[in-house]
């Protein structure tokens, strides 16, 4: 599941291209690469609470932005770093759905070094594509 940050596409933000080959991989890659966009050190969060979500879209893309969205969504009204234990994706009648198992804890400042202040997913170059070797993501975070 990896990703990569992108320089060239917007001056005042962060990129990244996330793929894998499943979409499933690429959500968690790019929740991955957000949260390292956020937190130097991920690893440094510890699982001491636990959340549930589910997210329907119509759209992979508009399921992507969904996603990153609310878990950016839980660091700013929440205080709460999150990582994604398990997620399901489903697929029925043109809609996607996932469920995830979120676990973390608050964050603090005296453990997680936090780099850059994510505040949102932007919908500029906002992609998901099924390629022959398996998906491929981009996102541009406003921070």
């Known amino acids: 599941m990896p990703y990569r940050f992108i320089d060239n596409i917007a001056i005042a933000d962060a990129a990244f291209e996330a793929t894998g080959s499943t979409l499933e991989e690429v959500l968690l890659s ?3 690469a957000t949260l390292k966009t956020m937190v ?13 979500i ?8 508009l399921l992507l932005h969904d996603f ?8 700013d009204a929440e ?7 398990a997620l399901e994706l489903m697929r029925k009648n043109n809609l996607y759905q996932i469920r995830a198992q979120l676990s973390g804890e ?14 949102a997913v932007t919908f500029h170059r906002l ?3 099924e390629l022959e070797s398996g998906w491929s993501a981009t996102v541009v975070l406003d921070v």
């Open 54 to 61: 589910s997210i329907i879209q119509g759209q992979p893309d």
């Open 68 to 75: 990153l969205q609310k878990l950016i969504f839980y660091k």
């Open 106 to 119: 608050p964050i603090d400042p005296s453990r997680h070094q936090m780099s850059v202040d994510v505040k």
């Open 40 to 52: 130097e050190n991920p690893g440094s969060i510890e699982m001491k609470s636990s959340r549930s």
């Open 30 to 32: 790019a929740w991955d």
């Open 127 to 129: 992609a998901v594509v």
């Open 79 to 85: 205080g709460e770093i999150l990582r994604v234990k």
